[in-house]
């Protein structure tokens, strides 16, 4: 059965970072998209961060641009998000999700096929 994982997720200082990992099983990465979201209480998922399948094409949410990056390590069937400068309203859960043959151009929340459940970031002194 096809999985995600996520890890990483913790207690950080306001301006310090975390690195959040997700990993497959049962599911070779390379031929889907990868999405990073995140769901504070009280609030709508949103999406943070996206990957494409094929090129390697980034995008970010305008809320995290650069602070937070996406990254990908195929032999470990492995996408990472970087969390650099972290601030207070970063705090949430995030959930990675991939759906098959996905571009930055067309993921979506609503276009995923695969989730993760989710790892709690808390951004607080």
């Known amino acids: 059965q096809a999985q995600l994982v996520e890890s990483g997720g913790g207690l950080v200082q306001p301006g310090g970072s975390l690195r959040l990992s997700c990993a497959a099983s049962?599911?070779?990465?390379?031929?889907?998209?990868i999405g990073w979201f995140r769901q504070a209480p009280g609030k709508e998922r949103e999406g943070v961060s996206y990957i494409s399948y094929n090129d390697g094409a980034t995008k970010y949410a305008d809320s995290v641009k650069g602070r937070f990056t996406i990254s990908r390590d195929n032999a470990k069937n492995t996408v990472y998000l970087q969390m650099d400068s972290l601030k207070p309203e970063d705090t949430a859960v995030y959930y990675c999700?991939?759906?098959?043959?996905?571009?930055?151009?067309?993921?979506?929340?609503?276009?995923?096929?695969?989730w993760g459940k989710g790892t709690l970031v808390t951004v607080s002194s």
């Open positions: 999700a991939a759906a098959l043959w996905a571009t930055i151009a067309t993921m979506t929340s609503q276009s995923m096929h695969y």
């Open positions: 049962s599911l070779t990465l390379t031929s889907y998209g």
